[in-house]
Structures are given as structure tokens and as C-alpha cells.
């Protein structure tokens, strides 16, 4: 089945800091897609990353705060930035992989201290 | 929009048991409906889909039918097992626009005991 690799699989992080957050998918890929999963709750959509373009963010999140580059079709970064415990969450990627479906990468936990 | 309404949970079963979870939408024409777990500490699976009305998703076990009169897709499965225990998202892609997002349920954690 297809992989994606994500990476760190957890941090902990001073406030104010900034944490970069990696997904390698194991073929290419049109687009991806970054999700913010809090404490217990569901998925959130951050932002969908197609390769030589800008991301296209969704309602309530913004670039200044998570970055994210594109530089190929198999990898994708998403930095959170100036990090505040609010922010305190999982974060995963994820990428259309045809007849695999939505595949997903298995999760950054993030704590902000 | 389009929208997932999974039952709250959790939900807790003894081993064999039989297993519902219910998952209704909201959204134009057919779309595309998925059921994912989350096992603890790890990432989203796709456990089935369906893509069109009547259509029956299935996999170890699970089953889910796409029910366009109720628009629903419920999971089943006749008798579950402890290695079971997770998290349950319902989810679905619009058949047109939505540049093919994931709209996803709010989850459903199902307990299974001995």
C-alpha cells in the first residue's frame, strides 16, 4: 500500500519557537494536504499544497503562522510558527494517492510548553 | 456546506459484540464516503469507502452501505475483537467543487472489553 513518511513523530517545543514538520510520500503526488487534530477532537484542515504554486489556506489559518513549502511532488514541509501552547495539537499530512485513496502520514504530537 | 454527523462517543462493547456506528451527511448529490480509524498514538487509516448509492464498503470485518435515502453509512461489524479499540471517522469528498477535501465526522471512540 502506499507510504507516507512523517517526521517528527512528536516535540516538545519552547514557546516562541518554530517547528518544522516533513512528509515524504513514497510516489508523486498532486496534492497534499495538511490536518490539525486537537486533543479529541476531528480533523481540521490547514491547508491543501499543490506543487509550484502557493498553498491555499482555509478559514482561520493564515501562511505568517504555518508556512508550508512544496518543492516537489513527493515532499511537503509545514512549519508552525512563533508556536503558543495553543497550539499544542497533532498535526498530519496527508496526499490523494489514486486507488489507495487518502493516505495518511501517521502524525506529529506537538507540545508547546 | 457539506457535513458529517457521527454518533458521540465512546462507545464501549464486550469482545464479540455486535458493532453500529452511525454516520449521516449533508452534501450535493453523490458523494464520495470514507471510514478511517485512528488506533492510539497513530495516524488515519482508510478501513472503506463507497463511491456511489447502494454501494457496500467492506474490510476486516467492517462494513458500511451507502444509503442515499437516508444518506447515511453506517459501520458494522458482527463481532468485535479488543485489537479494535480506536478512533472512527466517517468522512466525505463533494462530487463536485471542494477541490477534493476530506470534510470529516467528529469521530467515534469505540472501547471493546473482554
Known amino acids: 500500500s502506499a507510504v507516507i513518511s512523517q517526521k517528527p513523530s512528536r516535540d516538545i517545543c519552547q514557546r516562541g519557537t518554530s517547528l518544522t514538520i516533513q512528509c515524504q510520500v513514497d510516489?508523486?503526488?498532486?496534492?497534499m494536504f495538511w490536518y490539525r487534530q486537537q486533543p479529541g477532537q476531528s480533523l481540521t484542515l490547514i491547508a491543501t499544497?499543490?506543487?509550484?504554486?502557493?498553498?491555499?489556506?482555509e478559514s482561520g489559518f493564515v501562511i505568517d503562522k504555518f508556512p508550508i513549502s512544496r518543492p516537489n511532488l513527493t515532499f511537503s514541509t509545514l512549519t508552525v510558527s512563533n508556536m503558543s501552547p495553543e497550539d499544542s495539537s497533532i498535526y498530519l499530512c496527508?496526499?490523494?494517492?489514486?486507488?489507495?485513496?487518502?493516505?495518511f502520514g501517521s502524525g506529529t504530537r506537538l507540545t508547546v510548553v | 456546506g457539506d457535513s458529517v454527523t457521527q454518533m458521540e462517543g465512546p462507545v464501549t462493547l464486550s469482545e464479540e459484540a455486535f458493532l453500529t456506528i452511525n454516520c449521516t451527511y449533508t452534501?450535493?448529490?453523490?458523494?464520495?464516503l470514507f471510514w478511517y480509524v485512528q488506533y492510539p498514538g497513530e495516524g488515519l487509516q482508510l478501513l472503506l469507502k463507497?463511491?456511489?448509492?447502494?454501494d457496500k464498503g467492506s474490510n476486516k470485518g467492517f462494513e458500511a452501505t451507502y444509503r442515499k435515502e437516508t444518506t447515511s453509512f453506517h459501520l458494522e461489524k458482527g463481532s468485535v475483537q479488543v485489537s479494535d479499540s480506536a478512533v472512527y471517522f466517517c468522512?466525505?469528498?463533494?462530487?463536485?467543487?471542494?477541490?477534493?477535501?476530506?470534510?470529516f465526522g467528529t469521530g467515534t471512540q469505540l472501547k471493546v472489553e473482554l
Open positions: 496527508s496526499a490523494n494517492r489514486g486507488n489507495y485513496g487518502y493516505t
Open positions: 510516489s508523486q503526488v498532486t496534492m
Open positions: 499544497a499543490n506543487q509550484g504554486s502557493e498553498a491555499t489556506y
Open positions: 452534501a450535493t448529490g453523490y458523494p464520495s
Open positions: 463507497a463511491t456511489k448509492a447502494d
Open positions: 468522512a466525505l469528498i463533494p462530487v463536485t467543487g471542494g477541490g477534493n477535501k476530506l470534510t
